[in-house]
């Protein structure tokens, strides 16, 4: 049997989407019950920038004491790697969740500088988690990221783009993914 890994006292930054991940977003929930995890803040929620974004978010790394574990969903993903490609800086893994595509119908077009999409591996363990059914991003264009950046992939059946509206609640089968991607680091 595999040890058990728990995310209690691990340092971790929270990266939402559009809209800040509200109420009753898993992210929310997660944070709510780790209060040691800390979001990452954007200047404006609604009409994303990708600069800004990875400004915010190598600031929250580098005030981290220690390499934090990135929890991320949709735009927060297209953060990530888009960080990824500009910064040495460590983190310990990271979550990637619903990342969308940024050619896709249904990208926001208030969002700008997300695309191209880096394509380099990341430099830390990562996890995938992609819906069959997300209208931000297909699962083809999921597995193509993960292959792309070396994140182990996770396919969760027809969930949307797994936030509030899916119904997902606080996402325990996603706490155990993430528990999962902890053991690997």
Not at 35 to 59: F, G, K, S, Y
Not at 66 to 75: G, K, N, Q, T
């Amino acid at each position: 049997m595999a040890d058990a890994v728990t995310v209690e006292g691990i340092p971790a930054l929270v990266v939402p989407g559009i809209g800040d991940s509200g109420p009753g977003h898993w992210q929310t929930c997660w944070e709510r019950q780790h209060l040691h995890w800390r979001r990452v803040r954007q200047r404006d929620w609604a009409h994303p920038v990708c600069d800004e974004w990875v400004a915010a978010l190598h600031a929250a790394v580098v005030q981290a004491s220690v390499p934090p574990l990135l929890i991320a969903h949709s735009m927060g993903c297209l953060t990530v790697v888009h960080w990824a490609s500009r910064s040495a800086l460590p983190v310990r893994a990271a979550l990637l969740v619903a990342v969308p595509d940024p050619e896709a119908a249904m990208f926001p077009a208030r969002a700008k500088g997300f695309r191209p999409v880096p394509s380099a591996r990341l430099p830390w363990p990562s996890l995938l988690v992609a819906s069959t059914d997300d209208p931000f991003g297909s699962a083809a264009f999921a597995r193509r990221c993960a292959a792309a950046w070396g994140s182990e992939y996770v396919e969760i059946g027809a969930v949307g783009h797994i936030n509030a509206e899916s119904g997902v609640g606080a996402w325990p089968a996603g706490l155990a993914l993430l528990q999962r991607l902890l053991r690997a680091t």
